[in-house]
């Protein structure tokens, strides 16, 4: 009676379709999408540090280098440190760009990873606390003000430097290959 069976359907030849009823491992297969949907998938954890990790270091990196190599992109940050009344504008121009290019290469191959996130997050909320802060609009509800705040890239860097800081640079990182050399 019946012609084919694919996957859970049974076609019959009087063209009547069907269903299984759940097996018991279909019924598990449910409960782990639920399960994927509520509470996230802690076997995708190292690639998302991964993702994380990588892609900012790849970010500041870049940034600094671009800082420290072009001209006119030195130029720029020196008269945001000047304009912003940073002592030493010449001399943190350099510091900055050293300290986002190091730690952004850092942060990249995972090594000495906290050292570098906790650079890049004193490098953040010193940028926040420099420039971003007082170029926010003024008279802004509360709330409106968070969400302006909220919506700063740096904010966000520093959320996710904490988040590495707490997690640690994942298992794809010269920092836990070093930490299993010293377990040994």
């Not at 049974?10 to 949907?37: C, N, S």
């Not at 001209?71 to 510091?95: D, S």
């Not at 709330?143 to 794809?172: A, S």
Request: aromatic share 12%; hydrophobic share 55%; net charge negative.
């Amino acid at each position: 009676m019946i012609n084919v069976v694919i996957g859970d359907v049974e076609l019959y030849d009087m063209g009547i379709v069907t269903a299984h009823p759940p097996m018991e491992g279909q019924e598990l297969g449910w409960k782990r999408l639920v399960q994927f949907a509520l509470l996230g998938s802690s076997d995708l954890e190292p690639y998302a540090i991964l993702l994380v990790r990588v892609s900012l270091g790849l970010f500041f990196a870049i940034s600094g280098a671009n800082k420290l190599f072009v001209a006119g992109n030195r130029q720029t940050l020196y008269e945001t440190l000047v304009h912003a009344k940073v002592p030493f504008a010449h001399l943190t121009t350099y510091f900055v760009s050293v300290v986002e290019f190091v730690s952004g290469s850092l942060l990249t191959v995972g090594f000495l990873s906290s050292l570098a996130c906790l650079a890049l997050l004193v490098d953040m909320l010193v940028a926040i606390l420099t420039t971003k802060l007082s170029a926010m609009p003024k008279g802004l509800s509360p709330l409106n003000w968070l969400d302006d705040f909220l919506y700063l890239p740096e904010v966000l860097y520093v959320l996710f430097f904490i988040w590495l800081i707490c997690f640690g640079p994942g298992k794809f990182s010269v920092d836990c290959w070093l930490a299993g050399k010293l377990q040994r």
